[in-house]
Every structure is written in C-alpha cells, then in structure tokens.
Nanobody, 116 residues
C-alpha cells in the first residue's frame, strides 16, 4: 500500500493563505497526474485542481485565480497554494496520485478551516 503524506492544513481567517503539501514515496516511478480534492461536511468530494507530469493544470471554477497547484517531480511532491481563502473553502483536502499504469492513491486528508 502506498502512503501519501499530507501536511499544511489548519485554521486561517478569511482572506488568509495556506500551503498544502503531499509527498509520495520517492521510490514510486511513473507518476502521471497529481491533484487535490476536497470534501465539506454533508457534501460530495469535489475536484479542486490537477497537474500532469508535463505541468498542465486544471482548476475548479470556484478556486481559479486564488489557488495554484504545483509539483516537484524530483521529490514526488505536489503542492496547493491557497490564497484569498473564503469560509466556503472549509473542507478536508485530499491529495491524489495516479500512475501511468492507471493505479491511483489517496492521501489521508488534511483539515482546512476558514473562519474568523
């Protein structure tokens, strides 16, 4: 079982920033797409952002212009820089890693709470 290690969640005031990180084991080869999803209480898990091995990105409309996804291929790590946070961004954030052989893995989730 592949374990993804997430960090960076927490409590922040509206308008603030947080940076999430998610590291896959360095021994894993063939990582294609990495991404972030989130799930708020009582809601379905939704896509936040993805990034391909070539650096192409995709964002949910609700976070465009505020969130930036990036990755460090040498470290098998994906990041999510979140700026101008809103209360509606409150959720558990999960990272995902997909391999070229179509296997996929999820992180354990990290809580992000935006509140004054």
């Amino acid at each position: 079982q592949v374990q993804l290690v997430e960090s960076g969640g927490g409590l922040v005031q509206p308008g603030g920033s947080l940076r999430l990180s998610c590291a896959a084991p360095i021994s894993i080869l063939g990582i294609s797409t990495m991404g972030w999803h989130r799930q708020a209480p009582g809601k379905q898990r939704e896509l936040v952002a993805t990034i391909t091995s070539g650096g192409s990105t995709n964002y949910a409309d609700s976070v465009k212009g505020r969130f930036t996804i990036s990755r460090d291929n040498a470290k098998n790590t994906v990041y999510l820089q979140m700026n101008s946070l809103k209360p509606e961004d409150t959720a558990v954030y999960y990272c995902s890693v997909h391999l070229t052989d179509y296997r996929g893995y999820w992180g354990q989730g990290t809580q992000v709470t935006v509140s004054s």
